[in-house]
């Protein structure tokens, strides 16, 4: 009778040690088909955000500098794809109100230079330091539709005062240059602060011109280390494009970023110096 017992119970025994090990195979293989799932997800939202960014880098290469374009799923590019629960978005963003020496003013929307990291204004150190913006845009930006792949034609940015500047701390008697150029023609303004204040409306009206390339130059007069911040009431050029593209398959989700520095081009430069 013992014997029978002791079988009994061995018996219950393998039956429970069998009964976890299945459970915990079933749990193992659960979990590799889930990160199977997860890691085909990813691959397929991740190639496909990738091709966004290439399809924006070839257009950035195609078209005048300070080109923007935003593509969504439901554009003229993706109307031949069938992908149920997918949803695709990419944004090319070059062009801010904001003037300072970081990319981030590209991805956040700002109503003032004193909401802005006084970390990314830019360091004017000595005098003669100042930057040259080019106002004009690529006339094929347009982050409501879909822009064509290649394109050239700029016009001029007209209305874009009154400007204004902030500094990170308060001075009086600091004077500054500011040169306009269409190339054939330059004027020259110069301003001095009055008074110690921490922003001030520069100019209200500036000279427009009929030639397409017009230049806003910006010097330093005086030798003092200080930030600025630049702020325009309608968007102009900076130095970056920032990418953004953005993939939905099924529930997981992918936003690939890419940032591409655009200098200002050369014969521009020379022209101005020129």
């Known amino acids: 009778m013992k014997k029978k017992c002791s079988i009994l119970i061995f018996v219950l025994f393998m039956m429970i040690v069998t009964s976890l090990f299945a459970i915990l195979i079933a749990i193992f293989l659960k979990n590799i088909l889930n990160r199977w799932t997860i890691l085909y997800k990813f691959e ?7 091709w966004g960014i ?23 590019t993706n109307k031949n794809w069938k992908c149920k629960n997918c949803y695709f978005s990419v944004t090319n ?3 801010s109100k904001f003037v300072v020496n970081d990319r981030h003013i590209l991805e956040k929307s700002y109503t003032s230079c004193s909401d802005i990291n006084e970390n990314w204004f830019i360091n004017f150190q000595k005098a003669g330091d100042g930057i040259l913006l080019p106002l004009y845009i690529n006339t094929d ?14 016009n001029p940015i007209t209305n874009f005062t009154p400007v204004k500047l902030f500094r990170t701390w308060q001075a009086a008697g600091v004077s500054y240059i500011f040169g306009i150029t269409d190339w054939n023609t330059t004027k020259i303004i110069t301003w001095t602060f009055s008074q110690a204040q921490w922003n001030i409306i520069l100019l209200n009206s500036l000279p427009t011109f009929t ?25 102009v050029p900076t130095n970056w494009n920032l990418v953004s593209s953005e993939w939905i398959y099924q529930n997981f989700q992918l936003i690939l970023k890419w940032t591409k520095f655009s200098k200002i081009p050369e014969y521009i430069v020379y022209s101005i110096i020129k």
Not at 54 to 76: A, G, P, V
Not at 141 to 154: A, K, R, V, Y
Not at 214 to 231: A, R, S, V
Request: hydrophobic share 30%; charged share 25%; glycine share 2%.
């Open 211 to 235: 030639n397409k390339k017009i230049f806003w130059g910006y010097f330093q007069k005086t030798n003092q280390n200080m930030h600025y911040c630049f702020q325009f009431s309608q968007k």
């Open 44 to 50: 397929k939202a991740y190639y496909l955000a990738y």
């Open 141 to 154: 930006s347009n982050l409501n539709n879909e822009n064509p792949l290649s394109g050239n034609d700029i």
């Open 93 to 95: 963003k070059s062009l």
């Open 54 to 76: 290439e399809l924006e880098l070839t257009k950035i290469k195609y078209h005048s500098r300070w080109f923007e374009d935003k593509i969504d799923s439901w554009s003229n």
